[in-house]
């Protein structure tokens, strides 16, 4: 969506205009990783770079920011698992309070079939941040591979009611696999 772009142009901007500002850079970096229409003209492996490079401006600038583990731990689920699950340890070591890291390492704990780590971790990025969409989606499909289909309809409503509009489709699959 445009606005998504915008806030690419607006980061970039803020960079230029502030290159030792740390935090923007990881903003930028992480930008460059979720914006899928710009991962579609780019490529994803351009943007990565891109992501890479953000994340060693910022550590060089401040090593004590938790985004730059989780934009290194997001890149290297494409390659290397146990990579991304120390970025992700690291990211949440040095920020605890902030919800991504643990959003992103549960989606991976997810994917390698470690639903308890998955649930734990995806039930603490929602505690930090009870009115993100995408862990509401993501932790619903964390407890529907467990058989929780009432949380799973539950979390997948609240989530689309929120602005992810997929919870609606994965509620309605929670059902089906109850049988209702």
């Not at 949440?92 to 549960?106: A, K, S």
């Not at 930090?128 to 509401?136: A, E, G, K, T």
């Not at 289909?149 to 929120?162: F, N, P, Q, S, Y």
């Amino acid at each position: 969506n445009e606005n998504v772009d915008a806030g690419n142009w607006l980061l970039i901007d803020v960079v230029t205009a502030e290159p030792r500002f740390a935090r923007a850079h990881v903003l930028l970096g992480e930008a460059y990783l979720l914006n899928s229409k710009l991962r579609d003209v780019m490529g994803r492996a351009f943007t990565d770079k891109l992501a890479n490079l953000h994340a060693s401006l910022a550590r060089d600038l401040d090593p004590s920011l938790g985004g730059i583990d989780m934009i290194l731990g997001n890149i290297a689920q494409g390659s290397d698992y146990l990579a991304a699950l120390r970025h992700f340890d690291r990211a949440i070591e040095l920020e605890p309070m902030e919800p991504r890291p643990y959003h992103w390492r549960g989606l991976l704990y997810n994917v390698l079939g470690y639903g308890d780590l998955c649930r734990k971790d995806l039930d603490r990025a929602l505690e930090l941040d009870p009115q993100n969409p995408n862990v509401h989606f993501a932790l619903a499909s964390c407890v529907l591979v467990a058989g929780d289909w009432d949380r799973a309809v539950e979390l997948a409503t609240h989530g689309a009611t929120l602005g992810n509009p997929g919870g609606y489709t994965l509620a309605i699959q929670a059902r089906r696999q109850q049988g209702k």
